[in-house]
């Protein structure tokens, strides 16, 4: 057996059309589908769906940071620097807060929250060439000013 792609991600939410509006209007995914009010699926344009939300409720507490579980999921939003701006400034006009920005060497990165406290990254590579040969090379954190 050999896992080929990663297929789709599911997060549990509170609010589900608070959840919606933040990958919908402001990350810009493509909405495809509901599921019986509880459940809305994401398309980033390749497959059926690639995100999928499932609202458990306004009263859900929030993970516990020391316990196993997610930590972030990334999304690639392009490959130059200039684009990683653009998203910045597309954030910012949104009100959305960027905690943290990241050079890892073969990527640079933006990290944010969603409206639950989940961890968003939002990323450019680098070239490839910088991992193919040498995999040791994403172990590379530099703070990355734009």
Request: proline content about 3%.
């Amino acid at each position: 057996m050999r896992v080929r792609s990663l297929g789709h991600v599911v997060l549990k939410v509170r609010d589900l059309e608070h959840s919606i509006a933040f990958y919908r209007d402001v990350l810009g995914m493509k909405e495809v589908a509901r599921y019986q009010g509880v459940m809305a699926f994401f398309t980033l344009g390749d497959n059926h769906h690639d995100l999928a939300l499932m609202q458990i409720g306004a009263h859900a507490p929030e993970a516990d940071p020391g316990s196993v579980g997610l930590y972030h999921v990334a999304f690639k939003v392009g490959d130059s620097l200039e684009e990683l701006r653009a998203c910045k400034a597309h954030l910012e006009a949104h009100n959305v807060s960027i905690f943290g920005m990241s050079d890892h060497g073969v990527s640079q990165s933006l990290y944010l929250q969603d409206p639950d406290g989940i961890e968003i990254e939002l990323y450019v590579d680098a070239d490839p060439a910088l991992w193919r040969d040498d995999p040791g090379a994403v172990l590379t954190t530099r703070r990355l000013k734009l």
